[in-house]
């Protein structure tokens, strides 16, 4: 079982920053992808942004030169820094991960687990 827990969400004022942490706990024998996603009300979960082990990134359109997702191999953990947020940006955000668990020793299997979500406001 791989854990997921986030935080940083809240209220911020449009042209604000916010940074989200998720870190990941449990029988992690490797993290092969993080990954942020967003929902609104009524709407899919889409995809925000990602980043693989070796650091390749990818963003969705709408947040391109305002959010910059990063991770820290060592700590299992990804950030999404939030700037120049706009009230578009308001919304529940998910963090993904996916990887190899330890199932026995000696034994892996795949994982892709999601956190509980944060709530990301930006009002005046």
């Known amino acids: 079982q791989v854990q997921l827990v986030e935080s940083g969400g809240g209220l911020v004022q449009p042209g604000g920053s916010l940074r989200l942490s998720c870190a990941a706990s449990g029988s992690i024998f490797s993290i092969n992808y993080m990954g942020w996603y967003r929902q609104f009300p009524g709407k899919q979960r889409e995809l925000v942004a990602a980043?693989?082990?070796?650091?390749?990134?990818n963003y969705a359109d709408s947040v391109k030169g305002r959010f910059t997702i990063a991770r820290d191999n060592a700590k299992n953990t990804v950030y999404l820094q939030m700037n120049s947020l706009k009230t578009e940006d308001t919304a529940v955000y998910y963090c993904?991960?996916?990887?190899?668990?330890?199932?026995?020793?000696?034994?892996?299997?795949?994982?892709?687990?999601w956190g509980q979500g944060t709530q990301v406001t930006v009002s005046s």
């Open positions: 980043i693989t082990r070796g650091g390749s990134t």
């Open positions: 993904n991960a996916a990887g190899l668990a330890t199932v026995v020793a000696g034994t892996f299997g795949d994982f892709n687990s």
